[in-house]
């Protein structure tokens, strides 16, 4: 096993493509939950608004790259509005409900076969990211390697790299002091105590709804910077499994902080490069054992860790709730049905929502740490 060859792989992918994009989605999801207390388990429509509306307004409509940018912004506040008007004024169950249904509707939506002239179907659109590379201020050859002492990278990833991170810092910075701000103080008021917040005359629905909106804009942003290093956009590449993988790591980091959903990121991609390196170096026979045994793919054995790590960080007391108990036996059931992996991404994803729902039980009426 080259573990020197392992070493260098987990730390590039570190600050990967994979690291940003998840870590600016879980940013917007922070907004959501972490701050205004919102149940969102579409966020992957919100990406899915934002990369399909760069893509649709560039390959259809031949508009620029930046009007392109405008529109799935615009197209990401327009789908957050159009479901929280209806259900904000209703339980937070209502909202997890019609999110997680409307980003499955999309993605049915932009496959379909009646919309390939406009969304491209199941094949999807490319040849949209071109201008994003042709611009005089980027100073990288798309297909030449650059190493960067332990780190190595193509060239189109790396100008991805420079404009994704700049871009997540501000956005980062920007939160920071807006949740500072009367705005955000109030926001985490309503998330603490909504009664208490409106006898002071605050109006929840907007602010919730503003939270929701703004959550969706930067996921949108998460969606385009997702495509825009593919080259293409493929409806199958926004699966509810990428809700339940950003849901992942804003809890490792910690939701209601400032810096957990880059810090949960990180964490996370790192066990993923890490565990799939350690088991891809294994000798046959001994990688043969291990998935005869407890039926567990590379991607499976660092879901299951980390949704372990994530059960752990929710559940702080030494006894585990009856939720928590719940969504580990789920874990456990799908290390047991790992070979069919529909069957375990399933298993794996209730397992999400259930610690999902036991940490909210948790923390209402309590306060979460200042960020």
Same mark, same amino acid.
């Given at each position: 096993?080259?573990?020197?060859?392992?070493?260098?792989?987990?730390?590039?992918?570190?600050?990967?493509?994979?690291?940003?994009?998840?870590?600016?989605?879980?940013?917007?999801?922070?907004?959501?939950?972490?701050?205004?207390?919102?149940?969102?388990?579409?966020?992957?429509?919100?990406?899915?608004?934002?990369?399909?509306?760069?893509?649709?307004?560039?390959?259809?409509?031949?508009?620029?790259?930046?009007?392109? =940018? @405008?529109?799935? $912004? /615009?197209?990401?506040?327009?789908?957050? #509005?159009?479901?929280?008007?209806?259900?904000?004024? &209703?339980? +937070?169950?209502?909202?997890?409900?019609?999110?997680?249904?409307?980003?499955?509707?999309?993605?049915?939506?932009?496959?379909?076969?009646?919309?390939?002239?406009?969304?491209?179907?199941?094949?999807?659109?490319?040849?949209?990211?071109?201008?994003?590379?042709?611009?005089?201020?980027?100073?990288?050859?798309?297909?030449?390697?650059?190493?960067?002492?332990?780190?190595?990278?193509?060239?189109?990833?790396?100008?991805?790299?420079?404009?994704?991170? =700049? @871009?997540?810092? $501000? /956005?980062?910075?920007?939160?920071?002091? #807006?949740?500072?701000?009367?705005?955000?103080?109030? &926001?985490? +008021?309503?998330?603490?105590?909504?009664?208490?917040?409106?006898?002071?005359?605050?109006?929840?629905?907007?602010?919730?709804?503003?939270?929701?909106?703004?959550?969706?804009?930067?996921?949108?942003?998460?969606?385009?910077?997702?495509?825009?290093?593919?080259?293409?956009?493929?409806?199958?590449?926004?699966?509810?499994?990428?809700?339940?993988?950003?849901?992942?790591?804003?809890?490792?980091?910690?939701?209601?902080?400032?810096?957990?959903?880059?810090?949960?990121?990180?964490?996370?991609?790192?066990?993923?490069?890490? #565990?799939?390196?350690?088991?891809?170096?294994?000798?046959?026979?001994?990688?043969?054992?291990?998935?005869?045994?407890?039926?567990?793919?590379?991607?499976?054995?660092?879901?299951?860790?980390?949704?372990?790590?994530?059960?752990?960080?929710?559940?702080?007391?030494?006894?585990?709730?009856?939720?928590?108990?719940?969504?580990?036996?789920?874990?456990?059931?799908?290390?047991?049905?790992?070979?069919?992996?529909?069957?375990?991404?399933?298993?794996?994803?209730?397992?999400?929502?259930?610690?999902?729902?036991?940490?909210?039980?948790?923390?209402?009426?309590?306060?979460?740490?200042?960020?």
């Amino acid at each position: 096993m080259d573990w020197g060859f392992i070493i260098e792989r987990t730390f590039s992918t570190m600050f990967g493509v994979e690291v940003m994009v998840f870590a600016m989605a879980a940013v917007g999801l922070n907004v959501q939950f972490g701050y205004a207390g919102l149940l969102n388990f579409g966020q992957v429509g919100f990406m899915a608004a934002g990369a399909y509306g760069l893509g649709v307004s560039i390959s259809y409509f031949q508009w620029s790259f930046a009007v392109g =940018v @405008l529109f799935g $912004v /615009i197209y990401s506040m327009v789908l957050a #509005l159009i479901l929280g008007v209806p259900t904000l004024r &209703l339980r +937070a169950d209502y909202l997890a409900i019609v999110t997680i249904a409307a980003s499955e509707t999309i993605r049915l939506f932009v496959r379909w076969r009646q919309m390939r002239d406009v969304t491209g179907g199941s094949e999807g659109i490319g040849g949209f990211a071109d201008p994003f590379y042709d611009v005089a201020l980027n100073p990288f050859n798309p297909g030449q390697r650059y190493d960067l002492g332990p780190f190595s990278y193509l060239g189109r990833d790396l100008w991805v790299l420079t404009v994704g991170w =700049v @871009l997540l810092i $501000v /956005i980062v910075l920007l939160i920071k002091r #807006l949740m500072g701000s009367p705005w955000g103080r109030a &926001l985490k +008021a309503i998330r603490e105590d909504e009664d208490a917040a409106r006898a002071l005359g605050k109006n929840a629905y907007m602010y919730k709804l503003q939270a929701l909106m703004l959550g969706g804009v930067i996921a949108g942003f998460a969606g385009m910077l997702q495509v825009i290093q593919k080259g293409s956009i493929q409806p199958d590449t926004f699966n509810p499994v990428i809700t339940f993988t950003i849901w992942a790591v804003l809890i490792l980091g910690g939701p209601g902080r400032t810096w957990s959903p880059i810090i949960g990121s990180m964490i996370y991609w790192t066990l993923i490069s890490f #565990l799939e390196n350690v088991l891809r170096g294994l000798p046959d026979n001994q990688a043969d054992t291990l998935e005869d045994t407890i039926k567990l793919s590379d991607f499976n054995i660092s879901q299951v860790r980390f949704i372990l790590v994530g059960l752990g960080r929710s559940g702080r007391s030494a006894r585990l709730t009856p939720l928590a108990t719940l969504a580990f036996l789920f874990v456990l059931a799908g290390i047991t049905f790992g070979g069919d992996r529909r069957v375990s991404y399933s298993l794996f994803g209730i397992a999400i929502v259930l610690s999902v729902l036991d940490m909210t039980r948790r923390s209402r009426g309590r306060a979460l740490p200042p960020s």
